[in-house]
């Protein structure tokens, strides 16, 4: 779900007349308490209100417009919040917003001794709040990003945090700024929900939503549980979340706008495209690193097409399915020991909602374990990156997030090929879509991600 962005803005001035400055605004806010004094909708509240708007008409169409945030009472650093919006004229406002019923507020329910829920507060978009925005002339034509990293390092509740610039993170920073400087010169058009009058545009050139990625790191450091594998592995960086995990989301790859089938509506210029999939993407990644070749370049489907599905990386046994051994390798290599891995697969199979599809799919003779014994009997070369845990797996997630993203780069800077990027899938045009699946396994190489890698130390864990 889009939590609230501090970086969208907007040169539209709202004032406290211009909430009731015309018929449709002053029906809108015929309920919104606007106070007989200067201390109601001050100019502080009015800049909150500003920002949530701008939020609500740049991505109201994610997720069934909920957007996340904190009510904690803390002032988020100017490096993230550039317009000093502070949380009380932020909650003022949201508060006022839901008593008006202009839009829906969520506060996540008080911690209290026994009962510590992981929520975040939300606020739901409606049909009245986007109507209110767009009289005051606020919409995607009106609304910018200030300028804002690109590169992010985020604590468990998902707040970022500031850091220390180092090689590394200067070299993702410039990496991505080129790239969403090229995307933004595109136009980028997806259909949802299969609905032909649905379409989304990215890509400002042409108007559509302004493209402003963001590489994504967390603050393991901060798990106290997770500190021994981390020093371990002995980082050469001065902040080893780092050499973690950071992929990106948001736009085309996630919400509904992220469902796979969505993706396939995708236009770059007018144009069909195609998918590039990555297949067995950390099975291929381990193997690379360990035996310096590829496990496979064929996707599960090329293979099955022309009779040779077994040579796939998830089909380990004739008997079995190729949807559970791939959720068992994804938590073998993200789970430590194999009695945890078990539990943790048994605990998904039994899953409310799928448990009996699964349920018939494990009708195979085979216990858990015995799964596990296959795949490592199978992937005999690469055993030794099992059951390492979930530090092993954020070091196999940052392989995989650089190699895509400097796989995408090098196709449009040394190609002038657009190519988006979803985890491990590239999309581009279909008349390129060939010439991408020749090339994208000698792509990608960096020497500066590879100077901070991290996957010859997964043996250690």
Request: glycine share 6%; with cysteine.
């Amino acid at each position: 779900m889009p939590r609230l962005n501090y970086y969208y803005w907007t040169d539209v001035e709202i004032t406290k007349d211009s909430l009731t400055a015309t018929p449709l605004t002053s029906s809108i806010t015929s309920n919104l308490d606007l106070g007989k004094d200067n201390r109601t909708w001050n100019k502080e509240q009015l800049k909150a209100l500003t920002l949530i708007l701008c939020n609500l008409v740049m991505h109201h169409y994610l997720d069934n417009g909920i957007f996340l945030y904190s009510r904690k009472k803390l002032t988020v650093d100017k490096q993230f919040n550039p317009n000093e919006i502070g949380y009380s004229s932020l909650f003022t406002v949201l508060d006022k917003l839901d008593r008006a019923r202009i839009l829906n507020d969520i506060p996540a329910p008080p911690r209290a001794t026994g009962y510590n829920p992981k929520m975040l507060s939300e606020f739901h978009a409606t049909k009245e709040v986007l109507h209110l925005a767009i009289s005051l002339n606020i919409f995607p034509k009106t609304v910018y990003l200030l300028d804002s990293p690109h590169v992010s390092l985020r604590d468990r509740s998902k707040k970022d945090i500031t850091y220390k610039s180092n090689v590394y993170t200067k070299h993702i920073e410039e990496l991505m700024r080129r790239y969403c400087k090229h995307l933004n010169k595109q136009n980028i058009a997806q259909m949802t929900d299969n609905n032909p009058d649905n379409i989304i545009d990215f890509g400002s050139w042409y108007g559509g939503i302004k493209i402003h990625l963001h590489r994504r790191y967390k603050n393991w450091t901060d798990v106290d549980k997770l500190l021994p594998d981390i020093n371990k592995l002995n980082s050469k960086m001065s902040n080893p979340n780092f050499n973690l995990g950071g992929r990106s989301g948001g736009l085309w790859m996630s919400g509904l706008a992220g469902k796979k089938d969505n993706r396939k509506t995708i236009h770059i210029n007018g144009e069909e495209t195609a998918i590039a999939d990555f297949p067995c993407s950390h099975l291929n990644l381990c193997y690379k690193h360990e035996t310096g070749s590829w496990y496979q370049q064929e996707t599960y489907q090329e293979l099955k097409a022309e009779g040779r599905e077994y040579e796939d990386g998830y089909m380990v046994s004739t008997k079995l399915d190729r949807d559970l051994v791939k959720k068992m390798i994804q938590l073998m290599f993200n789970v430590k020991g194999r009695a945890s891995v078990s539990r943790v697969f048994n605990k998904w199979l039994y899953e409310e909602g799928n448990g009996e599809h699964r349920i018939n799919k494990m009708n195979s003779g085979y216990e858990t374990i015995e799964i596990q014994e296959e795949i490592v009997k199978h992937h005999y070369k690469i055993k030794d990156y099992f059951y390492k845990g979930k530090i092993a797996g954020q070091v196999i997630q940052f392989e995989e997030a650089n190699l895509m993203f400097h796989i995408a780069d090098q196709f449009i800077t040394g190609h002038d090929i657009t190519t988006l990027t979803v985890h491990d899938e590239l999309i581009v045009l279909k008349e390129h879509h060939a010439m991408v699946k020749d090339f994208m396994y000698t792509s990608g190489h960096c020497e500066v991600c590879n100077k901070y890698s991290l996957m010859s130390k997964i043996k250690d864990l």
